[in-house]
């Protein structure tokens, strides 16, 4: 059994975001989108003189930083696909942990294999890609299921916020790290970066799993778990229907999800692209991504701490506002000077936003112990988002050959997430949280 509010347990918990945070900064924002758009294509074609490379893909031919979108799509459909099925299962067999720890060791894996990434073998190295995603989102889906466990509604917000601003902190220690080494010894070494990724993704992962039980209600399956599996997800379904503010909580979730998940994979690949750089554009990209991470953190407390005096779908209200302004914003700035200070608003408004979606969803949940069936509802529509996100984003720019476009129809899902989550009822506050049970 888990106690709840335990500071030993919600520190080993949140040192997963520690954890596998690098996959979100090193892998997935920084290093490898710089590494993946520095290769040497075969290919190129001129656009407004500007030369664009190329790679072909199954025998077709697309833009390099098109098919990396579509690639990650896939990621996201696969586990928004096998997420619902293997929650039910780990839902009644009581083995979220092992759920978990399987993702984890799947990610980390596949990050060390991009150590052999070679454009000449584009399948096999973007198959590594693609499971390294698949690693790190699937094992959110039980990492998050963990949340409503181990501590009370009213403490939500502060322990979703102290979990991303470890994964924050702990992400910019591992980059820094890399990006001396890499100072003093060379770009050669850029590969083994990825290693380092896998070993302190599985490495600070066991804090995690030294803490958590492994089957926190202590539930006995039978010999037909699968089949069982799949009828505790239609029970939560079921229920999950009768909840109608979650439902429209989910919804806007839905839409708003399209654009900050797209923000994240995308941004630095945009600011590489489509701003001008004199000299030194690596090192200018890697400051930016380091100014995300350490206003994150702020913004992950200051976001919780708005929540206790406005509530929480106020202030995702507001943070939607200002991600309209940064879409808008980032059409029309061209220097490394503007993108610096866009940068730090993204940085206040992602930790914030991703912080509070998780929390609020959590508060809204109905009494259940059934919390990894319920995070997959969640998981789901936030990768079905990204997927239409970031092909939506590929596609714009395989049309417009610019990622400006891109950027500025992203701007659409905040709006449109925005009008939804007006309609998302505000719940009575029993102290400082929601009630939980409101339809």
């Given at each position: 059994m ?11 918990w ?17 290093i ?6 520095s290769?040497?294509?075969a ?10 490379p ?7 031919t ?9 690639v ?9 696909a096998?997420?619902?099925f ?12 092992k ?9 980390s ?5 991009l ?28 990492y998050?299921?963990?949340l ?20 924050y ?5 591992l980059?820094?790290?890399i ?6 010894f060379g ?17 600070f992962?066991?804090v995690?799993y ?6 926190v209600?202590q ?25 109608f ?19 994240m ?16 554009g ?58 610096y ?12 936003i991703?912080?509070?979606s ?58 449109v ?6 309609f998302?009822?505000?719940e009575?506050?029993i ?9």
């Amino acid at each position: 059994m888990i106690e709840k509010n335990n500071p030993k347990t919600i520190r080993g918990w949140a040192f997963y975001d520690w954890a596998n945070s690098v996959y979100s900064l090193v892998i997935s924002t920084a290093i490898f989108p710089i590494f993946y758009a520095s290769q040497n294509f075969a290919q190129t074609k001129v656009v407004n003189g500007v030369e664009i490379p190329l790679v072909e893909f199954f025998g077709r031919t697309f833009i390099n930083t098109e098919i990396y979108s579509y690639v990650l799509s896939l990621s996201f459909l696969v586990v928004a696909a096998i997420s619902p099925f293997l929650s039910g299962i780990a839902d009644y067999t009581g083995s979220k942990k092992k759920f978990l720890q399987f993702f984890c060791y799947l990610g980390s894996f596949s990050c060390a294999m991009l150590f052999f990434f070679d454009v000449n073998y584009m399948e096999l190295s973007m198959f590594f890609v693609l499971l390294a995603s698949i690693g790190f989102w699937g094992s959110l889906v039980f990492y998050n299921a963990f949340l409503p466990e181990i501590a009370d509604p009213e403490f939500h917000d502060d322990v979703s916020a102290k979990g991303f601003a470890y994964g924050y902190v702990g992400s910019a220690i591992l980059l820094i790290a890399i990006l001396a080494i890499l100072t003093f010894f060379g770009n050669g070494l850029v590969r083994y970066s990825f290693l380092a990724v896998s070993l302190w993704w599985a490495g600070f992962a066991q804090v995690t799993y030294h803490v958590l039980p492994g089957n926190v209600h202590q539930r006995k399956p039978e010999d037909t778990y699968i089949w069982k599996g799949y009828e505790e997800l239609r029970k939560v379904w079921g229920e999950l229907a009768n909840l109608f503010n979650i439902k429209r909580y989910l919804r806007s979730f839905f839409v708003y999800s399209m654009g900050v998940q797209t923000v994240m994979v995308m941004a630095v690949l945009f600011a590489k692209k489509e701003i001008d750089w004199v000299g030194g554009g690596d090192t200018g990209l890697i400051i930016s991504v380091l100014i995300i991470q350490f206003v994150a953190v702020a913004g992950a407390y200051l976001f919780a701490h708005l929540s206790r005096r406005l509530g929480n779908i106020p202030v995702l209200g507001i943070a939607l506002v200002i991600w309209i302004g940064i879409c808008l914003i980032a059409f029309f700035i061209h220097t490394p000077f503007q993108f610096y200070v866009l940068a730090g608003v993204v940085g206040l408004v992602m930790g914030g936003i991703q912080s509070l979606s998780r929390s609020t969803y959590s508060k809204m949940l109905p009494d259940t112990i059934d919390h990894a069936s319920y995070f997959s509802f969640y998981d789901v529509v936030e990768k079905l988002g990204i997927v239409i996100g970031t092909f939506l984003f590929g596609v714009i720019e395989g049309v417009t050959s610019s990622m400006r476009y891109s950027a500025l129809a992203l701007l659409s899902f905040f709006l449109v997430g925005l009008i939804l989550i007006l309609f998302v009822k505000r719940e009575k506050s029993i102290g400082p949280h929601f009630e939980r049970n409101s339809q």
